[in-house]
């Protein structure tokens, strides 16, 4: 059965870093697309970043230049290493993947989440 687990959440204050981990079990990684998406309380989920399986790598606009993604196959993880956290990065963090090799606008597995809060 294909899974996914994040990892990595917690309490950081304002200016601090992070590193979430995407683990998947039941499937190889090599062959799929990983996404990173958030929900903040109230508001509606957000795309954060994507990976495709040849490493070609997405952004958005909120967290370019703070958030980087990475995936390490021989670990079947995905991270995403986040700098310069702020209070509106509270949320918490989804990791899920489509049926394709390619990021993409519809994804079929999801990770339960991991809460992220930036606090002083």
């Known amino acids: 059965q294909l899974q996914l687990m994040e990892s990595g959440g917690g309490l950081v204050q304002p200016g601090g870093t992070l590193r979430l981990s995407c683990a998947a079990s039941?499937?190889?990684?090599?062959?799929?697309?990983i996404g990173w998406f958030r929900q903040a309380p109230g508001k509606g989920r957000e795309v954060l970043s994507c990976i495709s399986s040849d490493g070609t790598t997405y952004y958005g606009d909120s967290v370019k230049g703070r958030f980087t993604i990475s995936r390490d196959n021989a670990k079947n993880t995905v991270y995403l290493q986040m700098n310069s956290l702020k209070p509106d990065d509270t949320a918490v963090y989804y990791c899920?993947?489509?049926?394709?090799?390619?990021?993409?606008?519809?994804?079929?597995?999801w990770g339960q989440g991991t809460q992220v809060t930036v606090s002083s």
């Open positions: 039941g499937f190889t990684l090599d062959y799929y697309a």
């Open positions: 899920a993947a489509p049926k394709t090799r390619y990021c993409t606008n519809e994804y079929n597995y």
